[in-house]
């Protein structure tokens, strides 16, 4: 005699589904930003408190910038000595324009002695010793005047690289020392009650909520 076995069945039933997911990240506020410093330094000041509303162009921080303004001090007085040593009159210039006439005159006179003894060589009147003496002291004269003028037109232009050298130096100093003041460059506010993060590369790191 066989036996039928009773089927098992599963009634469906009505409930809620329930998942969890796991997974690791950070919540940041909406409204959250962060500044950064672009220089070293140490936090001198805060000028805003959480909460305030900040607008473009608005200095939230200030470093200590001594060692920038010392930078600046020692870029304006070599700009400052590299503009008077290249002026026409400096002592510098005129001493090398003086060597430089000098020479000149020198020269005119052993060109002139020069070419009267080699006219008087030419009718066969004086010694040939006498002739390659005035040559010589032509070559020579030639030569040195060649020489003043080329270093004091060297001079010149080095005096005047030198100055915008100097005034690049100087204004890039400027740029430097605007880094210490940090500002906020968002064109839209924040508003009140959102919150904000202020973080600062530097030695001295300040952060606030």
């Not at 066989?2 to 409930?15: F, H, T």
């Not at 796991?22 to 506020?29: F, I």
């Not at 220089?39 to 200590?64: E, M, Y």
């Not at 510098?92 to 052993?110: C, S, W």
């Amino acid at each position: 005699m066989l036996v039928k076995k009773k089927q098992e069945s599963i009634q469906p039933e009505v409930k809620d589904v329930t998942e969890s997911v796991y997974a690791s990240g950070k919540t940041k506020a909406k409204e959250q930003y962060a500044v950064y410093s672009t220089v070293n330094g140490i936090l001198k000041k805060i000028l805003v408190k959480p909460g305030d509303t900040v607008k473009a162009g608005q200095t939230l921080f200030l470093l200590d910038d001594v060692s920038s303004e010392l930078a600046q001090n020692n870029a304006m007085l070599t700009l400052e000595l590299s503009q008077e040593n290249s002026k026409v009159n400096s002592d510098k210039l005129q001493e090398l324009e003086l060597n430089k006439n000098i020479a000149f005159q020198k020269l005119q006179l052993d060109s002139s002695l020069y070419f009267k003894q080699k006219n008087l060589w030419a009718q066969k009147i004086g010694t040939e010793i006498e002739f390659e003496q005035r040559e010589l002291t032509y070559k020579t004269s030639k030569s040195n005047y060649e020489i003043t003028n080329s270093r004091f037109l060297q001079t010149k232009r080095q005096l005047l690289n030198d100055t915008k050298r100097a005034s690049n130096n100087y204004t890039l100093t400027q740029k430097q020392k605007s880094d210490y003041s940090i500002e906020w460059y968002r064109i839209r506010h924040i508003k009140r009650r959102r919150r904000i993060n202020y973080t600062t590369n530097c030695y001295c790191c300040n952060r606030f909520k």
